[in-house]
């Protein structure tokens, strides 16, 4: 089946710093990538839809400078939180689709990235 | 008031309890999502549905597309069932709404 690759499961990094996450999608070509940031106990929120070769579309109150996406191919993208501060702590996590039938699509979650900025 | 909301929020069950989680969305939409989390924070997804009835093992969804309602059934519940399940729709284009979620928590 789909396999979404995503590195690091788990960072700590110092306040100000820039940390990196990747997805790869690593027997498909994804269409689409999806993050998201979840809180302790809270559900899925959407950070920023992308797709291959465009500019992320980020949801409100989500700051572009601020998290970076990049889908430079069909099976990599990446979201580096810059500048990190403490409450940029939280759970990220990624999804990809491809089309499916009936214009319905699979999607396919990466295992998720702690971060912790301290 | 949720776009998608889901009951209960907890669940507590005996191993090999019949398990019912419901979800209810208020938006037109062209699947619903049934999700499942591992304490571990990993999300793998576990079925996909427009219409009808699916199985995969112990786990059932049904949806009824008129009433707004969706169903995952587990059978023979097992400690390792435990998680947290999530109910999300898809609407327009491929993006997804999720529900709360439901912890459920098998016990030996």
């Known amino acids: 089946g789909a396999v979404v690759s995503q590195h690091p499961s788990w960072v700590i990094c110092k306040s100000g710093t820039s940390v990196k996450i990747e997805c790869r999608s690593l027997d498909f070509q994804a269409t689409t990538m999806f993050w998201y940031r979840q809180f302790p106990k809270q559900s899925l929120m959407l950070m920023a839809t992308s797709n291959e070769g465009s500019k992320a579309t980020y949801e409100q109150g989500v700051e572009k400078d601020k998290f970076l996406i990049n889908h430079a191919s069909l099976t990599l993208s990446t979201l580096t939180v810059t500048s990190a501060h403490p409450e940029d702590s939280s759970f990220y996590i990624c999804?990809?689709?491809?089309?499916?039938?009936?214009?319905?699509?699979?999607?396919?979650f990466g295992s998720g990235t702690r971060l912790t900025v301290v | 008031k949720n776009e998608v909301e889901q009951s209960p929020q907890n669940l507590t069950a005996q191993e090999g309890e019949f398990i019912t989680i419901n979800c209810s969305y208020s938006v037109g939409i062209s699947a619903l999502h049934w999700l499942q989390q591992h304490p571990g924070g990993g999300i793998v997804s576990l079925f996909m549905l427009s219409s009808g009835k699916k199985k995969h093992g112990r786990l059932i969804a049904t949806i009824n597309i008129q009433e707004k309602h969706s169903s995952l059934h587990i059978t023979a519940s097992h400690p390792r069932d435990s998680a947290v399940y999530i109910c999300?729709?898809?609407?327009?284009?491929?993006?997804?709404?999720f529900g709360e979620g439901t912890q459920l928590t098998v016990n030996p």
């Open positions: 999804s990809a689709t491809t089309q499916g039938g009936a214009g319905n699509y699979g999607y396919t």
């Open positions: 999300a729709v898809e609407a327009s284009g491929s993006r997804l709404t």
